[in-house]
């Protein structure tokens, strides 16, 4: 049997992952398929992420785990059964998630975190992103220190009872591609470039035929309108809604009548009409972006500056010279009423100028290249395409090192309290996790583990709670003791349902990351499954 095509392997995979590569493209799948994804501890959590990282087709993952199946792992974990019991649970769990899909490979290792730090720590520098379940605090707080200093993103989820909790530990992540919801296009209508004025004024809409005059782009009358409208307002363009909805009644003056007097069917003029406070929003720099200007990262590079400081430095000149207080255009116009020539005509106008701009970025580029010493291929040409078409919405996430998180003298106390004004804040669960760490501290277990002893955990819960609280400065009053009993009362179960959940939340948060796409959390997430909600902090 001959062996299949590069071609046929190809179109195989864009069938199978399709719907994926709609979100994030193939840029975005071949950074998936090339990630190394690491998990500590296979619980009932652990292995409902990687379920949702393997079935996309992550590269590969290795399990870290030196735990043995027990009957709690057969009772929660959907990986798992009564034939597994007493085997290695990194070792089960890897061979059932590799099932699941044959492009991705994985691997364990059955030891503890605490002897991989110990005898060899390096082990955690080769993977793009180490996920957590499951670890005494202490051994977290060691291990997210090695991680922070090598500069690996850290993600710890983990599922209480109907708890859920992720908290991410990354230096800096830059994001090019951040996808944001029901962003304005960018038309430039406020302050038009000389290709575009040229073909507006190119157009006469009194002279144009009865089909030209209904196929004329929305944009052109905007413009056309626009220009009178400042002709009669000292060059002012309508700014209040008193004064656009009188721009929209100029507008629609403009349609055609009939013979009759009958003002004839024109969608594009109707377009026209609608996008009036789209088309007319102002072009600025967004405040993301002009603090990533103002970054030290951005001011000053030096040859190990990464790529995207490069191109944001060559951009914020660009703003700075050519772009004239302004970004590189978009070069993208929404679908709208005209016909096909004239359609093409002013896509090409705004292409055109959107090639300028990444001609000048590019130059800038390779001039900053030379002046650090560094090869012109250090910043490859489809990026800093990628980088000019969405400068707009370009971003960057620096969360805090865990160890500040849990350093009474660091911990955001103000913040915390502003939250608990409201009781029900989800930011209680966030304590109470923290004080069933500090229970696991003291007994080496946690509260409610065993049933004959909820109730005399109790006060010892509430104690810890207490001293967490002292410690912030804040009153021991401000939890309902109803929490407290309640958290007891989970004795450390994982529930599949929320393990299910938070393994769909974090797989999502890992993709983010290691796609460069989307906007990651920054810091902290808990969900609550008795009331179904969630909320993020900064901690």
């Given at each position: 049997?001959a062996?299949?095509?590069?071609?046929?392997?190809?179109?195989d995979?864009?069938?199978?992952y399709?719907?994926q590569?709609?979100?994030?493209g193939d840029h975005?799948?071949?950074a998936?398929e090339s990630?190394?994804i690491?998990l500590?501890?296979?619980t009932?959590?652990g292995?409902?992420?990687l379920?949702?990282?393997v079935l996309?087709?992550i590269?590969?993952?290795?399990i870290?785990?030196?735990?043995?199946?027990?009957?709690q792992?057969i009772g929660n974990n959907?990986f798992?059964?009564?034939?597994?019991?007493?085997?290695?649970?990194?070792?089960?769990a890897?061979?059932l998630l590799?099932?699941?899909?044959a492009?991705v490979?994985g691997?364990c290792?059955e030891?503890t975190?605490?002897?991989?730090l110990?005898?060899?720590p390096?082990v955690?520098?080769?993977?793009?992103?180490?996920?957590v379940t499951?670890?005494p605090?202490r051994?977290?707080?060691?291990?997210?220190?090695?991680?922070?200093g090598?500069d690996?993103?850290?993600?710890i989820?983990?599922?209480?009872?109907?708890?859920?909790?992720?908290?991410?530990?990354?230096?800096?992540?830059?994001v090019?591609?951040?996808?944001?919801?029901?962003?304005?296009e960018?038309?430039?209508?406020?302050?038009q470039f000389?290709g575009?004025?040229k073909?507006?004024?190119?157009?006469n809409?009194l002279s144009?035929?009865?089909?030209?005059h209904?196929h004329t782009?929305?944009?052109?009358?905007i413009?056309?309108y626009?220009?009178?409208?400042?002709e009669?307002h000292?060059?002012n363009?309508?700014k209040n809604y008193k004064?656009?909805n009188?721009?929209k009644?100029?507008?629609?003056e403009?349609v055609r009548?009939?013979?009759?007097g009958?003002e004839?069917?024109?969608e594009?003029?109707?377009?026209?009409?609608k996008n009036?406070?789209?088309?007319?929003v102002p072009?600025?720099i967004p405040d993301?972006?002009?603090?990533?200007?103002?970054?030290?990262?951005c001011?000053n590079?030096?040859?190990?500056?990464s790529?995207?400081?490069i191109?944001?430095?060559?951009i914020?000149?660009?703003?700075e010279?050519e772009?004239?207080?302004?970004?590189?255009?978009r070069g993208?116009?929404?679908?709208?009423?005209?016909?096909?020539?004239r359609?093409?005509?002013l896509?090409?106008?705004y292409?055109?100028?959107a090639?300028?701009?990444y001609?000048?970025i590019t130059?800038?580029v390779?001039h900053?290249?030379?002046t650090l010493?560094l090869?012109?291929?250090y910043v490859?040409d489809s990026?800093i395409?990628?980088?000019?078409k969405?400068?707009h919405f370009?971003?960057?996430?620096?969360?805090?090192?865990?160890?500040?998180?849990?350093?009474?003298?660091?911990?955001?106390?103000?913040?915390?309290?502003?939250?608990?004004e409201n009781?029900?804040?989800?930011i209680v669960?966030y304590i109470l996790l923290?004080?069933v760490?500090?229970?696991y501290s003291q007994?080496s277990?946690?509260p409610g583990f065993?049933?004959d002893q909820v109730?005399?955990?109790i006060p010892k819960?509430k104690?810890c709670?207490?001293?967490?609280?002292?410690?912030w400065g804040?009153?021991?009053?401000l939890i309902?003791?109803?929490?407290i009993?309640e958290?007891?009362?989970?004795?450390?179960s994982?529930?599949?349902?929320?393990?299910?959940?938070?393994?769909?939340?974090?797989a999502?948060?890992?993709v983010?990351i290691?796609t460069k796409?989307?906007?990651p959390?920054?810091?902290?997430?808990i969900?609550n499954?008795?009331?179904s909600?969630?909320a993020t902090?900064?901690?």
């Amino acid at each position: 049997m001959a062996a299949p095509s590069e071609t046929g392997i190809r179109m195989d995979k864009e069938k199978k992952y399709d719907r994926q590569l709609r979100l994030w493209g193939d840029h975005g799948q071949a950074a998936l398929e090339s990630a190394k994804i690491c998990l500590i501890n296979a619980t009932a959590t652990g292995t409902e992420i990687l379920k949702n990282l393997v079935l996309p087709g992550i590269g590969s993952f290795t399990i870290i785990d030196g735990n043995r199946v027990s009957g709690q792992d057969i009772g929660n974990n959907f990986f798992l059964d009564k034939d597994n019991l007493g085997k290695s649970r990194a070792k089960v769990a890897t061979e059932l998630l590799c099932e699941l899909n044959a492009d991705v490979s994985g691997d364990c290792v059955e030891e503890t975190v605490e002897q991989l730090l110990e005898s060899n720590p390096q082990v955690f520098e080769v993977f793009d992103v180490v996920i957590v379940t499951e670890l005494p605090e202490r051994t977290l707080l060691d291990l997210a220190t090695f991680l922070w200093g090598a500069d690996v993103p850290l993600l710890i989820c983990r599922s209480y009872g109907f708890i859920g909790y992720m908290r991410m530990a990354i230096k800096e992540h830059t994001v090019i591609e951040s996808h944001p919801d029901n962003a304005h296009e960018d038309l430039r209508l406020d302050r038009q470039f000389p290709g575009l004025v040229k073909y507006i004024d190119g157009m006469n809409l009194l002279s144009m035929t009865k089909q030209e005059h209904s196929h004329t782009p929305y944009l052109v009358i905007i413009a056309k309108y626009l220009h009178q409208w400042k002709e009669e307002h000292e060059g002012n363009p309508p700014k209040n809604y008193k004064e656009k909805n009188a721009f929209k009644d100029m507008i629609r003056e403009g349609v055609r009548k009939n013979e009759e007097g009958v003002e004839e069917l024109e969608e594009n003029f109707d377009e026209a009409v609608k996008n009036v406070n789209n088309a007319l929003v102002p072009t600025v720099i967004p405040d993301d972006v002009k603090n990533i200007f103002n970054d030290d990262c951005c001011v000053n590079l030096t040859s190990d500056s990464s790529s995207f400081w490069i191109v944001s430095h060559a951009i914020k000149q660009f703003t700075e010279n050519e772009g004239k207080g302004a970004l590189p255009l978009r070069g993208s116009i929404p679908d709208m009423t005209a016909d096909s020539k004239r359609y093409i005509q002013l896509q090409n106008v705004y292409r055109e100028q959107a090639s300028q701009d990444y001609q000048a970025i590019t130059g800038r580029v390779h001039h900053i290249l030379n002046t650090l010493g560094l090869p012109l291929d250090y910043v490859a040409d489809s990026d800093i395409k990628l980088f000019c078409k969405n400068a707009h919405f370009v971003r960057v996430v620096r969360c805090r090192p865990l160890a500040q998180e849990y350093n009474p003298e660091k911990a955001k106390t103000a913040d915390i309290a502003t939250n608990l004004e409201n009781p029900d804040n989800e930011i209680v669960f966030y304590i109470l996790l923290r004080a069933v760490d500090r229970f696991y501290s003291q007994y080496s277990r946690y509260p409610g583990f065993y049933d004959d002893q909820v109730e005399a955990d109790i006060p010892k819960l509430k104690n810890c709670l207490n001293n967490i609280l002292q410690e912030w400065g804040l009153s021991p009053s401000l939890i309902k003791d109803d929490y407290i009993h309640e958290m007891c009362r989970y004795g450390a179960s994982e529930l599949h349902t929320v393990a299910a959940f938070m393994g769909g939340a974090a797989a999502q948060e890992v993709v983010k990351i290691v796609t460069k796409q989307f906007l990651p959390f920054n810091n902290t997430f808990i969900y609550n499954g008795m009331t179904s909600t969630s909320a993020t902090y900064s901690l």
